[in-house]
């Protein structure tokens, strides 16, 4: 029986958080779905810094990827893993009243869940702070204080695993979070 992986993300999530985990589950074999919250695609997009110019990301318009799912048509019981990319998008769906729903039951059945970069944000609804009490994650260390705010100490590594909760810092941390997501998931089957 094929794994089966949601991608819980929206526009303006960083396209390689998005697409290199996509076709590393699908290399898997793993079954896929991009949920987003109201709509068929999600639009991505590069954040890069530009180095002597800002000390922060600029932002341009990359890939579109197509959504397999609306929020509202999630049920996360069908869900082996969970995986958040960062970008933007997290701070726009943590808004969504279907997300401490979706994100609580991976975090309550202890299911393998990857978050990288900004995703972390995704944490900071009220209703999930209490499950993220007593665990620790990295992210983009200018999401420290999200993370602690959500109730999770933060670890300044590029990645970091706490049981079935597997962190990264940044996209270029891609292949060694995919390793070891993937050996999470793995394992729990």
């Known amino acids: 029986m094929s794994k089966k992986v949601l991608i819980l993300t929206g526009d303006a999530a960083e396209t390689l958080e998005v697409i290199y985990p996509l076709y590393r589950f699908r290399e898997e074999g793993f079954e896929v779905t991009v949920a987003v919250p109201n709509k068929d695609e999600v639009q991505t997009v590069v954040h890069d810094r530009q180095p002597g110019i800002m000390e922060i990301s600029t932002e341009r318009l990359a890939y579109r990827v197509p959504a397999q799912k609306k929020f509202s048509d999630v049920n996360p019981e069908d869900y082996d893993a969970l995986m958040i990319p960062g970008g933007r998008a997290p701070e726009h769906i943590r808004t969504k009243p279907e997300t401490p729903h979706i994100v ?26 209490e499950l993220l009490t007593q665990r620790k994650m990295t992210a983009v260390p200018t999401c420290r204080y999200e993370v602690e705010q959500a109730g999770a100490e933060f670890i300044n590594e590029l990645v970091y695993r706490d049981g079935n909760l597997v962190s990264g810092q940044t996209w270029r941390d891609l292949p060694e979070f995919m390793k070891q997501f993937l050996a999470v998931i793995k394992d729990r089957h």
């Open 104 to 129: 609580g039951h991976f975090l309550r059945e202890n299911k393998p869940i990857g978050v990288i970069c900004h995703g972390a944000i995704v944490f900071l609804v009220p209703e999930l702070k």
